[in-house]
């Protein structure tokens, strides 16, 4: 139910797009949000986005990445300029259900940054 792409190896301070697309009904059903999984290190949220538009960021990403949608396409990105190498891991895109919780996951994509 979701898809997402755009991983791979990037150098430190350079960018990367990441697509999460959806069918339409998950898409629409509750915010959806970007995760991280670092090796050894638990998952974290790193943004968010939910259907009014409204964002979150996770502390001092927002400098650096920027999470938007293409409601028509029901894909979802996010958008990572200036990488650094902790920000290596894999990134899952999710979609909340009706109570809150983050129920239908992508697949990840490996996001390798060289330092």
């Known amino acids: 139910q979701l898809q997402a792409s755009g991983g791979g190896l990037v150098q430190a301070g350079g960018s990367l797009r990441l697509s999460c697309t959806a069918s339409?009904?998950?898409?629409?059903?509750?915010?959806m949000g970007w995760h991280r999984q670092a090796p050894g290190q638990e998952r974290e949220l790193v943004a968010a986005?939910?259907?009014?538009?409204?964002?979150y960021y996770r502390g001092s990403l927002k400098r650096r990445f920027t999470i938007f949608r293409d409601i028509a396409k029901h894909t979802a990105y996010l958008q990572m300029n200036n990488v650094r190498p902790e920000d290596t891991a894999v990134y899952y895109c999710?979609?909340?259900?009706?109570?809150?919780?983050?129920?239908?996951w992508g697949q990840g994509t490996q996001v390798t940054v060289s330092s």
């Open positions: 999710a979609v909340q259900n009706m109570y809150g919780y983050y129920e239908y």
């Open positions: 986005m939910h259907n009014s538009g409204d964002t």
């Open positions: 339409g009904r998950t898409f629409s059903i509750g915010p």
